[in-house]
Each structure stands twice: as structure tokens, then as C-alpha cells.
């Protein structure tokens, strides 16, 4: 038997003790009383007991086989109850054919016609799968027909008596008026004792147990589903954020790539800028220091025709170089006082900086003067005749004088692209410096 038959059918027992004469008392159906069958006394039968066990029947099923006693009143009554497969015949216990209906079942061995009536309503409370009682009776009151007199002699006076079934158990002889006691059969046959049937009720529809079983089902399937579905989110999510992950990973190693290559290009490009520079820069130093030394710096500007400008120069020179020293001086106390840097370290530092910044301003300050010279065909000489055969021994006419301004802003252009920065970043950091 499983917890989801549809229908089921139980096998039920009850029975109690006649509270008046103590009689056994057989309850052969969910009927509203019963009556005794020795004394007559009617008992009732409470339909809400009988719903209960319908009731734990169901829940119990398909494990409800059990017996017990209620106590309703001073009434004990016992119960058994037992899933069956079938209903019984209760004449000779061959499983019946179903009975969807009420009315009358034939048993297929025997041919004994077995009741089958609707489950009380006030037995269904509650229990609304309770249908059909099978082979149980709904009325259990004496018959009203009582059974025919039985005739004995008086075992005194021998006259015959006719015994009806109101007489009690020991009654008097209306002819000798002695006291007779009836024997067991004379009073068996005048008070038939009922007989204890087994009865069987089928419970149609879904159970409670059923229901219970359905929604834990339901339940675990839902859950299983609800599980899955995570799952499945979980696992197009890892995938969506792996594929992400990928395209992340191809970007930046392409942008890798691209910056290191650049980066390969740059760091070439500025090594050699920066040796063409320094080809230049010497170039230009030695012709411009061969120049110095030949002749002295300030016939260099007397020759060139602007001698009236070498104050200015100087003057700007020596401005530049003063300013410098004093930005240098209070860029070193700065860093050493605010920037918690030792000022041996930041004094090192700014001397750098300082020579860095102010190479390519004097620089360009001499090659501009130079090669304005050039360029007017006036070379740097010093008066007299000794000097005049000397004139212009180095250089060589005005292209070597475009070599000489171009090599300050070459070298400046170099440097900022070693350092990995724009002109103008270039020239913050200086300012800055
Ligand atoms: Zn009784
Ligand atoms: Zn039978
Ligand atoms: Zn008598």
C-alpha cells in the first residue's frame, strides 16, 4: 500500500460494555447508537469519536494499523483500525469487488450480499475523503421483530410455560408460582447476542498523508529547481565575467605591447637624438671654445659688429645666472626646511638642476651671438695687422652658423625626450627646479 492510493479502505473494530448490565457491546458501523443486545439499553455512539479515528486513520496511512481505548463519559470503548487492501467478505473473508456506490456488493465466492452505505455526515467531519462503510450497519438498534416465545416445562410443578423475551432471567412459574432460572440456550435464543463483524470503510480522494507526501515533493522539487536555476545563473555569470576577464586581459596585453613598443621607439629615438645631439653640441663647443680661446670673448662681439650689445648680453647673462642661483638657493633651503629632504641630498640634487637648466640658456645666448657674426661675414677677430691674416680660421662662412643656434634647442628637444616629456613639462621642471 502506498501513501498515494486512490481509494484507500480500512478494516475497523469497535466495541464496548453495556453500562447498565455489563453486557458485551459490539459496534458493527458508524451508527448513531446502539442498543444492548441482553438488556436493551441504548448507548450512544459519539459521531465525533468515530470522525477521529477516520480522521487518524488517513493521517497515519498507509502506517494507520493500531488499537487503543477512548474514554468518553463513563464510557471506555476499544478500537482497531488496519489498512486493508480490499474489504472482506464477512461471511467468507474473500476480498470483495470494489463498490464505487452505495447499495449492495455480491461477493464473487460466496454470493452474500454485503451493504454498502454513505459514511454518516457527522462522521465525515473533518475527514472529507471518508466515503463509503462496507459491510458495517448503520442502524445497531434490537430488532423490532422480537424473537418467537420458547416453551419449557417448570421444573417443579411440570406445567409448560411460554417464555417471551421480556421475561428476566429468572422468572416465575404462574402455576406454582416457584422461582424458575432460565438455562443459557432458552436464553440465548430469546436475547441472540450480536455478532462481532468486521467493517470497512474506503477513503476516496487525496489523503492528508498523500497531500503531506505531494507537498514535500512539491517542495523539495521547487527547491531543487530553484537550486538549479541558481546554478545555471551562477555558472552563464562566471562565464559572461571570464569572457569579460579575457577581453580584459587581450586589451591590456595589447596595450602592453603597444606602450613597450612605443616606449622601444622612444628610448631609440631619444639615444639617438640625444648622440646626435651631443655630436652636434661638441661640434659647436669646439668651435665656439677654438673661437674663445683664439681671440677672447669680448673682440668675439667687437668683430661682430654689436659690441654696443655685449653689455646687454653680459648683463642678461649675468641676471640669469644670479636668478638662478638665488631659485637654486631657495629651492635647496625649501626642500631642506619643507620638504623633510637632507640638505646634502638637496643640495646635490639642485646643483644638478641648476647646471642642467643653465647649460642650454648660455648656450643659446653665445650661438645666437656667433652666428649673427657669421651671417653678417664679420668673424670674431682682434684688431691689428697680426691678427688680420687669421680671419675666420675656424669656421666656415655662415652654414656652419645655423649648426650653432639649431644645437641649443636640438639639445634641449633630446633631453626632454629621454626624460619621457613635453617641451613644456621640460621647461616647468626647470622653472620649477
Ligand atoms: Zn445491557
Ligand atoms: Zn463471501
Ligand atoms: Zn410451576
Avoid at 451508527?31 to 436493551?40: F, Q, S
Avoid at 449492495?104 to 454485503?114: D, I, N
Wanted: with cysteine; net charge neutral.
Amino acid at each position: 500500500m502506498n501513501v498515494d492510493d486512490d481509494p484507500r479502505f480500512g478494516r475497523f473494530g469497535l466495541r464496548t460494555d453495556c453500562p447498565r448490565c455489563g453486557a458485551h457491546l459490539p459496534v458493527n458501523g458508524p451508527a448513531p447508537t446502539v442498543d444492548c443486545a441482553d438488556c436493551g439499553h441504548t448507548v450512544g455512539v459519539p459521531a465525533p469519536m468515530i470522525a477521529d479515528l477516520f480522521r487518524d486513520f488517513e493521517k497515519e496511512w498507509p502506517d494507520s494499523q493500531g488499537s487503543g481505548t477512548i474514554v468518553r463519559g463513563d464510557i471506555t470503548w476499544r478500537w482497531t483500525a488496519a489498512p486493508v487492501e480490499a474489504p472482506a467478505c464477512p461471511s467468507c473473508g474473500e476480498a470483495l469487488p470494489d463498490a464505487p456506490e452505495a447499495g449492495e456488493v455480491a461477493c464473487g465466492a460466496c454470493q452474500t450480499a454485503v451493504p454498502v452505505f454513505q459514511v454518516p455526515r457527522d462522521c465525515r467531519a473533518g475527514v472529507k475523503t471518508a466515503a463509503l462503510v462496507i459491510g458495517g450497519s448503520d442502524d445497531l438498534s434490537r430488532p423490532a421483530e422480537p424473537p418467537k416465545p420458547v416453551v419449557l416445562q417448570c421444573p417443579q410443578c411440570g406445567a409448560g410455560l411460554s417464555i417471551g423475551h421480556e421475561r428476566s432471567r429468572i422468572t416465575p412459574c404462574e402455576y406454582c408460582n416457584s422461582q424458575v432460572h432460565l438455562p443459557d440456550a432458552v436464553w440465548r435464543a430469546l436475547h441472540p447476542p450480536r455478532e462481532v463483524r468486521e467493517w470497512f470503510v474506503r477513503f476516496d480522494g487525496e489523503g492528508p498523508a498523500a497531500a503531506k507526501a505531494r507537498s514535500l515533493r512539491d517542495k523539495e522539487e521547487k527547491r531543487r529547481q530553484a537550486a538549479e536555476n541558481k546554478q545555471k545563473k551562477q555558472a552563464k555569470k562566471q562565464a559572461i565575467q571570464a569572457e569579460h576577464r579575457k577581453k580584459l586581459d587581450a586589451e591590456r596585453h595589447e596595450r602592453e605591447e603597444t606602450a613597450a613598443r612605443q616606449k622601444r621607439f622612444r628610448n631609440l629615438t631619444g639615444l639617438v637624438g640625444v648622440l646626435f645631439a651631443a655630436v652636434l653640441a661638441l661640434a659647436a663647443c669646439a668651435v665656439m671654445g677654438a673661437s674663445i680661446v683664439a681671440y677672447g670673448a669680448p673682440w668675439m662681439f667687437e668683430a661682430a659688429g654689436i659690441g654696443h650689445a655685449l653689455l646687454l648680453t653680459q648683463s642678461l647673462i649675468v641676471a640669469g645666472v644670479v636668478s638662478a642661483l638665488v631659485a637654486w638657493f631657495v629651492g635647496v633651503v625649501a626642500a631642506a626646511w619643507r620638504g623633510n629632504v637632507p640638505l646634502l641630498g638637496s643640495l646635490g640634487m639642485g646643483s644638478f638642476h641648476l647646471l642642467a637648466s643653465v647649460a642650454p640658456f648660455v648656450g643659446v645666448v653665445f650661438a645666437l651671438v656667433f652666428a649673427f657674426g657669421y651671417t653678417r661675414g664679420r668673424f670674431p677677430a682682434p684688431p691689428g695687422p697680426k691678427w688680420q691674416a687669421h680671419r675666420n680660421p675656424l669656421g666656415s662662412g655662415w652654414p656652419v652658423a645655423l649648426l650653432l643656434p639649431v644645437t641649443s634647442v636640438f639639445c634641449t628637444v633630446a633631453l626632454a625626450m629621454t626624460l619621457d616629456l613635453t617641451l613644456w613639462e621640460l621647461f616647468v621642471q626647470m622653472g620649477e627646479d
